[in-house]
């Protein structure tokens, strides 16, 4: 198998699992994915990202699109 072929095999997988993930996280589940505080979360979220575009309120909860909670994902991995 080539580079190439193997690179278009791992992009599509990623891109199947991609559509299984929700285009919206509340901060509370991923509060509970990463195991921290929300306000920790929170304060990141507030801190490195947009209101209104990269996270908004609904309700009394605070969404943030899919690849916001992926990067906060990634940065309190451990």
Known sequence: MDNTTLLL?????LEKIELMLPLEISLSDLAQQCKKEANTIRKFLIANYEPDIDFWK???????????????????AK
């Open 58 to 76: 609904k309700g009394d909860r605070i969404y943030m699109g899919r690849e916001v909670a992926l990067c906060i994902r990634r940065r309190y």
């Open 9 to 13: 095999e791992i992009k599509d997988k």
